[in-house]
């Protein structure tokens, strides 16, 4: 049987680590009841099994308060609830060009619709200038909104930087954290981060389908709810609660999902935070250096030794989709495409071919590397 080799951790990290799937699994057998919808003990458990990974998620992201943590399904659902929570007609939106479609599409279909204006600052072409960004800013700019590292070229975004230069301007600074979280630290009250919408089946090791929102306090008060429903608190009313989290939770949450959240966050707390980022770092660095060393491949969009999570690659005359069906028939699990970030791929002028992504994770060995490294190589140099 051909080993897995596993490179696609920018799409959902694997392996999970076994405290994930065993308090999963504990919860479904032994307790599996609804939290905030019962008297009984069960009950009472799943209530303090969410407030516990609250309490996790704020301490881990620097949250203003463990109430200010709304879970949802993923970044992509946490975004459209601030977009849509937030932005008012005649509104002004600042982003990138390197943004994921949870990001681009919402705002693009806004912006169609003639909701809001948008303007795009090039990260693609190059690295955050201040006095070009506060040109981008008007009266009406409501929403600063970038991910943190682009899920195409894995270039960080310095978050801190651009939080000091909104910090006393009037917009809502939004950051997806999708490629980040895990990886690199993300203070939000540091940053000046009004939401920090985050994933947890990335690099937080938790489930498919977690993830959430931390919202400042400035955040909190503005923010409109997007879907309204029971939230097993003053049922009596037949309107929405107007505090957090119930504002933005309604129906019933996913308890063994987000249980898993927290004990894939409590992983990363044991293990460092500072050495399971720079695991990733140091594993994308050399399969950088050993793609430099293949003729005809083209790394996009990183120069230098530049910090970056994940790495993609185009290939002189070589379509990548066949290339990675080729390195999947290997072993080496790998994608290829425009990764749900066709802006960013125009931008890069790798549209409408895309590129194919290698995505180290925390499990991944050097040995991995250097085989995923000599296999593209050698499937190169036969097709052609």
């Known amino acids: 049987m051909t080993r897995k080799i596993y490179l696609d951790n920018a799409a959902t990290s694997w392996p999970k680590p076994a405290v994930v799937i065993e308090a999963m699994s504990?919860?479904?057998?032994?307790?599996?009841?609804?939290?905030?919808?019962?008297?009984?003990?069960?009950?009472?458990?799943a209530g303090r099994e969410i407030l516990k990974t609250r309490e996790t998620v704020a301490g881990f992201f620097g949250c203003y308060s463990p109430e200010n943590v709304v879970f949802s399904q993923n970044v992509t659902q946490s975004l459209n609830?601030?977009?849509?929570?937030?932005?008012?007609?005649?509104?002004?939106?600042?982003?990138?060009?390197?943004?994921?479609?949870?990001?681009?599409?919402?705002?693009?279909?806004?912006?169609?619709?003639?909701?809001?204006?948008?303007?795009?600052?090039?990260?693609s072409?190059?690295?955050?200038?201040?006095?070009?960004?506060?040109?981008?800013?008007?009266?009406?700019?409501?929403?600063?909104?970038?991910?943190?590292?682009?899920?195409?070229?894995?270039?960080?975004?310095?978050?801190?930087?651009?939080?000091?230069?909104?910090?006393?301007?009037?917009?809502?600074?939004?950051?997806?954290?999708?490629?980040?979280?895990?990886?690199?630290p993300v203070d939000a009250q540091e940053a000046g981060i009004d939401i920090t919408a985050f994933t947890g089946h990335k690099g937080l090791f938790g489930p498919?389908?977690?993830?959430?929102?931390?919202?400042?306090?400035?955040?909190?008060?503005?923010?409109?709810?997007?879907?309204?429903?029971?939230?097993?608190?003053?049922?009596?009313?037949?309107?929405?609660?107007?505090?957090?989290?119930?504002?933005?939770?309604?129906g019933t949450p996913n308890?063994?999902?987000?249980?898993?959240?927290?004990?894939?966050?409590?992983?990363?707390?044991?293990?460092?935070?500072?050495?399971?980022?720079?695991?990733?770092?140091?594993?994308?660095?050399?399969?950088?250096?050993?793609?430099g060393q293949i003729p005809g491949v083209k790394v996009?969009?990183?120069?230098?030794?530049?910090?970056?999570?994940?790495?993609?690659?185009t290939v002189e005359g070589q379509d990548t989709g066949i290339l990675a069906y080729q390195l999947g028939e290997e072993g080496i699990l790998v994608r290829s495409g425009l990764h749900c970030c066709s802006a960013g791929h125009r931008a890069l002028q790798t549209f409408?071919?895309?590129?194919?992504?290698?995505s180290p994770g925390f499990f991944n060995t050097e040995e991995e590397i250097r085989t995923a490294i000599a296999t593209l190589e050698r499937l190169v140099l036969e097709n052609n």
């Open 81 to 123: 609830f601030a977009f849509y929570g937030l932005l008012r007609k005649g509104d002004h939106v600042i982003t990138s060009d390197l943004e994921h479609n949870a990001v681009w599409r919402p705002l693009k279909t806004m912006e169609k619709k003639g909701l809001i204006s948008l303007s795009v600052y090039p990260f």
């Open 208 to 250: 498919p389908g977690t993830g959430g929102m931390l919202l400042s306090e400035k955040a909190a008060r503005a923010i409109n709810p997007i879907i309204q429903g029971g939230t097993g608190s003053i049922s009596d009313s037949e309107f929405q609660p107007d505090f957090l989290p119930d504002k933005m939770e309604s």
């Open 125 to 184: 072409r190059q690295d955050f200038a201040e006095d070009d960004f506060i040109s981008l800013l008007t009266p009406q700019t409501r929403v600063v909104v970038l991910n943190h590292a682009s899920n195409i070229t894995g270039k960080i975004i310095p978050v801190p930087r651009v939080g000091a230069v909104l910090k006393e301007r009037n917009p809502f600074f939004v950051v997806d954290t999708a490629q980040t979280a895990g990886s690199i």
């Open 352 to 358: 409408p071919g895309g590129t194919l992504r290698f």
């Open 26 to 45: 504990h919860f479904l057998k032994e307790e599996g009841c609804n939290p905030g919808r019962g008297g009984y003990e069960c009950s009472l458990e």
């Open 300 to 313: 996009i969009g990183v120069s230098g030794e530049e910090n970056v999570l994940t790495v993609s690659i």
């Open 255 to 291: 308890t063994p999902g987000i249980i898993g959240l927290r004990k894939g966050i409590e992983y990363i707390l044991e293990k460092g935070l500072d050495r399971v980022g720079a695991k990733k770092k140091t594993l994308a660095g050399k399969l950088i250096k050993g793609f």
